[in-house]
């Protein structure tokens, strides 16, 4: 019996260090990212249909149905890493009646999304606080959950929007450069669209360089999260938490 209890407290040793998050939180993570994934991608689904290319309605993509978005390597990197994507959604530009300005807003719409996200979270969790639905103190384990909930869902949409402004590829920053760009010098960089793809990688997922990539956008997305909450419990009554 001390053989397996010892079996398994190694196992899960090994899945903490694995991991880029702690265990006992993972499932709030996923459940987290589920959300958050499932939004940025039926945003840009939804946008590029409504501005005339059908191509992602065709595949199914506009649909808040998080099956249709899923990418198992995308959420197993973020878990293990700190980063990760969902499916693309195919955009044909050419079906634009403005194909630089459409494609812009379309891009643009997946971290707005995460930001409007992140914000709503912020402000239910300011309510629910200030109502006392979810107590300050005498905390039940439910409680607790809540609260590790919204922490871990205002967070990661608020990374996950400024992650997605990074303009490389295949981020939306970088379609978003890519059109914003004169045409001529949109042409060149897209002459280095895959040896950016590698460089990408490898600066977030080698340790010596997430000092100066991963962890700031993490830095920041906590003083984002900081920020709103302490605007809503006060707009509501309350103190800074």
């Known amino acids: 019996m001390g053989c397996i209890r010892g079996e398994e407290e190694l196992i899960m040793d090994f899945l ?3 991991l880029f998050y702690p265990l006992e939180q993972l499932p709030f993570y ?3 990212l589920i959300i958050a994934f499932t939004v940025h991608e039926f945003s840009h689904a939804y946008f590029a249909n409504k501005f005339g290319d059908p191509t992602a309605k065709l595949l199914g993509r ?3 149905n998080p099956a249709v978005h899923f990418d198992f390597l995308g959420i197993l990197l973020l878990l293990i890493a700190g980063f990760g994507w969902a499916r693309p959604v195919p955009v044909n530009r050419e079906n634009f009646s403005n ?3 459409m494609s812009i807003i379309v891009a643009a719409v ?3 999304s995460n930001l409007l996200l992140g914000i709503l979270g912020a402000l239910i969790y300011a309510v629910l606080y200030q109502t006392g639905v979810i107590p300050p103190v005498g905390l039940t384990k439910t409680d607790q959950a809540v609260h590790l909930f919204f922490n871990i869902f205002i967070l990661l949409n ?3 929007c400024l992650f997605n ?3 490389l590829p295949p981020l939306d920053g970088y379609r978003i450069l890519e059109n914003a760009l004169p045409p001529r010098l949109s042409a060149r960089i897209q002459k280095f669209e895959q040896w950016s793809i590698l460089f990408f990688l490898l600066i977030i997922l080698l ?3 997430q000092d100066y990539t991963i962890n700031p956008l993490y830095d920041a997305a906590h003083a984002l999260s900081s920020k709103f909450l302490d605007m809503f419990i006060m707009m509501t009554g309350g103190y800074r938490l």
Do not use: C, H
């Open 110 to 112: 997946g971290p707005l």
């Open 16 to 18: 903490d260090q694995l």
């Open 207 to 209: 340790p010596v360089f």
């Open 30 to 32: 996923l459940i987290a």
């Open 62 to 64: 506009v649909t808040l």
């Open 99 to 101: 194909p630089r300005r």
């Open 158 to 160: 608020f990374f996950l």
């Open 165 to 167: 402004l990074v303009p």
